[in-house]
C-alpha cells in the first residue's frame, strides 16, 4: 500500500505544476499582448513619420490648428529613429550648393585684399575689402580641425520658457544662438560658440564709439563666443557692422566679430526657392540650422515653435525673455519653414525638440 504522505507529494507536486503552467500561459499571453502593443505603435510612427515627411504648405493650411498641433504631438512623443543615410545625402546637398564648412563668413582663407564682395541685393554696387577690415578678420573657422558631433541651435521661441532644457543643450559640442538672446541658464543653458548679432539691435542701443561699455557688458554672457553679422544685406549694415568690429576688436580680440558670406547666403536662399520656400528672405534660424546640418553629425533644434500656443494648447510668449511680436513688415515664413524642420525630423535628419526636458 502506498503511505499516504507519498500521495500527498504527488497531488501537491501536480497542483505546483499547473500553477507554473497556468502562470507560463499568463505570462505568454502578456507578452503576446505587449509584443502587439509595440508592434502597432512601431506601425503608428511609421505612418506618422510618413505623414509629416511629404507636409507640404497647403495640406498644413487645409487643416485646423487643433488638429495639426495632435498631429505634430504623436510625431514628438514617438521615438527619434536617426537615419544616417538621410543625414549624410542632404549635408551633401548643402555642401554642394552652399558650402558652410567653407564659406560660412569671412575669413582671411576665403577673402583677399580688395576683392569685391557682393551685396545679397543686386541694388547695391560691391564692396571693395579694406586692408584694414581684411587685418582682422579671423584667420580661419572656429570649427576648423574640429570634429562636431552633438550641435545645438537655440532658437528664442516661447515654447523653450519653463522648459528645463540648459542643462541638455549644455552637453552639446557647439551651441548657436540668435540676436543677442538674454542666457536663462535653467532653460537655455550658458555655452555658447556662435551668436548672431541684428545691426539694428546695435543702432537701437546706441552703442557709440564713447559708449562701448554696455555692447562689452552685454557680451560677456556669451564667453569668446563667435560673433556673426550680415554685415552686405545692405549698405548701412556694412557701417554698422564694421564699427562694431573695430570697436570690440582692440578690446577683446579673442571675441570674433565675423561678416556672413553674402554668396553663401545667396545660394542658400536658392537651395530653398527650389524646394517650395518663396519667402523674401530666409530666417538666421533657419538658416544656421543648415549650416549645423552641414557641420555636425548630430542636430538638436530648440525654440523652434512659431506658434501662440504649445502642444498641450496653452497661450506661449512670443520669446522666452519676452511677449515682443515682430512688426507688419515680416520678410519671413516662419510656419512654411517649420514645417521642412518637421520633415527633416520625421526623416531623422535632425531633431526637434519641442516639450520641456523633465
Known amino acids: 500500500m502506498i503511505p499516504f504522505k507519498w500521495i500527498l507529494g504527488l497531488m501537491i507536486l501536480i497542483l505546483f505544476s499547473e500553477c507554473l503552467f497556468l502562470a507560463y500561459l499568463t505570462m505568454n499571453k502578456t507578452l503576446r499582448n505587449e509584443q502587439r502593443k509595440n508592434f502597432s505603435n512601431v506601425l503608428h510612427c511609421s505612418v506618422i513619420r510618413q505623414r509629416f515627411s511629404v507636409i507640404t504648405s497647403a495640406s498644413y493650411l487645409s487643416s485646423d490648428f487643433k488638429s495639426f498641433s495632435e498631429n505634430v504631438s504623436e510625431l514628438i512623443n514617438c521615438p527619434h529613429m536617426s537615419n544616417i543615410n538621410q543625414k549624410e545625402l542632404y549635408r551633401e546637398k548643402l ?14 582663407q576665403n577673402t583677399d585684399v580688395n576683392k569685391k564682395i557682393p551685396y545679397e541685393s543686386s ?23 574640429r570634429t562636431l558631433s552633438n550641435c545645438a541651435v537655440v532658437g528664442s521661441g516661447g515654447i523653450l520658457k519653463n522648459s528645463s ?22 532653460d537655455v543653458g550658458r555655452k555658447t560658440n556662435l551668436i548672431t548679432i541684428n545691426p539694428s539691435q546695435i543702432k537701437r542701443a546706441k552703442f557709440d ?45 579673442e571675441l570674433q566679430v565675423v561678416f556672413f558670406s553674402s554668396s553663401y547666403l545667396k545660394d542658400l536662399d536658392s537651395f530653398w526657392r527650389e524646394r517650395g520656400l518663396k519667402a523674401k528672405r530666409l530666417s538666421t534660424g533657419f538658416m544656421l540650422i543648415n549650416v549645423a546640418l552641414e557641420l555636425c553629425d ?5 525654440g523652434f515653435w512659431p506658434f501662440d500656443t504649445n502642444l498641450q494648447e496653452q497661450n506661449l510668449s512670443h ?11 515680416n520678410l519671413h ?18 531633431t526637434l525638440h519641442l516639450q520641456p526636458c523633465w
Not at 515664413?333 to 535632425?350: A, R, Y
Request: net charge positive; charged share 20%; with cysteine.
Open 209 to 253: 564709439e564713447k559708449r562701448h561699455g554696455p555692447l562689452l557688458k552685454r557680451l560677456k554672457v556669451y564667453g569668446n563666443a563667435s560673433l556673426l553679422m550680415p554685415a552686405f544685406a545692405s549698405p548701412q549694415n556694412t557701417r554698422l557692422s564694421i564699427s562694431t568690429l573695430k570697436k570690440l576688436w582692440p578690446l577683446r580680440p
Open 333 to 350: 515664413s516662419m510656419p512654411d519653414e517649420f514645417l521642412n524642420l518637421l520633415k527633416l525630423h520625421s526623416q531623422g535628419v535632425l
Open 95 to 108: 555642401h554642394d550648393c552652399c558650402n558652410a564648412t567653407g564659406l560660412l563668413y569671412m575669413t582671411k
Open 298 to 302: 548630430h542636430v538638436h533644434v530648440y
Open 319 to 329: 520669446h522666452y525673455f519676452d511677449n515682443v511680436k515682430p512688426g507688419k513688415r
Open 123 to 145: 541694388a547695391y554696387p560691391s564692396y571693395k575689402m579694406a586692408t584694414s577690415i581684411y587685418n582682422m578678420l579671423p584667420e580661419d573657422f572656429s570649427w576648423s580641425g
Open 165 to 186: 532644457c540648459g542643462r541638455e543643450i549644455d552637453t552639446a559640442d557647439y551651441v548657436i544662438r540668435f540676436n543677442m538672446a538674454p542666457i536663462y541658464e535653467r
